[in-house]
């Protein structure tokens, strides 16, 4: 038994793998169609989410990321069948942005490490997608379909995924309670805002986040707008102004 994953039903066909093991928290969502599932985000890539995934679908299993950072595609290795958003093609082929070993300190910071795991082995993983995803893009899973919504800021092809029949939002490290990150390089402050404006338009009945506290109020979408907006309209939203604390996140440009 592993018990580097922890796993919540979200429903009788939605499923959430956490990884409370790392600091980072990550959510992965593994969503049960009548044809297939569709895998949300692989997590850190410290232990197999595999051996996890077949244990809650026997159907076969298409991997998505809300982006190409190393937290959310740690486990894309065991899923040939994957899709990436047009902006982030280039990071599965050589060009992500950060050196290996800044990544690699970042998958063992401050995290008890399973006996089995080696850090010398950690590749970040480079691939090419089955299928290139753009703003807009239905993704039919059988009986459920999951729109793609484009959301960059926190990075160019950042994503988020809205299934229209329950209303529900997966909306990786676009909103979440803790540190929102649009000070790389690679990010944009002033997309950021807008992205999260366009989720807030949609009017979801609820809320899966990437990291930390699972339950989450759809009110805090508003938060997050409203403190963006009062950023911008001071001048503010400029990157390398440093972090601004909300209370219950931050932004950090
Ligand atoms: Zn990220
Ligand atoms: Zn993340």
Redesign the pocket.
């Known amino acids: 038994m592993n018990d580097w994953f922890t796993i919540d039903k979200i429903d009788t066909k939605t499923y959430v793998i956490s990884e409370y093991h790392h600091p ?1 928290e ?1 959510h992965c969502y593994l969503l049960n169609g009548n044809e297939r599932s569709l895998l949300i985000d692989t997590g850190v890539g410290i232990s197999n989410i595999y051996d996890e995934v077949i244990n809650l679908t026997d159907k076969p299993v298409t991997a998505v990321a809300t982006h190409i ?1 190393w ?2 595609i740690g486990g894309h290795k065991y899923f040939s069948d994957f899709y990436v958003h047009s902006a982030e093609m280039d990071w599965l082929n050589g060009k992500f942005p950060l050196p290996l070993e800044t990544v690699k300190e970042m998958v063992v910071d401050h995290c008890v490490l399973p006996d089995d795991f080696d850090i010398d082995n950690y590749e970040l993983f480079q691939g090419v997608p089955t299928i290139v995803l753009t703003d807009k893009n239905i993704i039919d899973i059988g009986g459920r379909q999951i729109e793609v919504l484009h959301t960059p800021g926190h990075s160019p092809g950042h994503c988020c995924f809205y299934e229209q029949g329950r209303r529900w939002l997966y909306s990786g ?1 676009l909103i979440y309670k803790g540190c929102l990150d649009a000070f790389y390089p690679t990010t944009d402050p002033l997309a950021f805002m807008r992205s999260v404006e366009k989720v807030k338009a949609l009017s979801p009945q609820r809320i899966f986040p ?2 930390h506290q699972l339950n989450i109020s759809v009110s805090l979408i508003d938060e997050i707008v409203n403190a963006f907006q009062s950023l911008y309209q001071k001048g503010k939203l400029r990157q390398g102004n440093g972090v601004f604390d909300f209370g219950e996140f931050k932004i950090h440009i």
């Open positions: 980072e990550t950072h937290d959310h490290d990437a990291h």
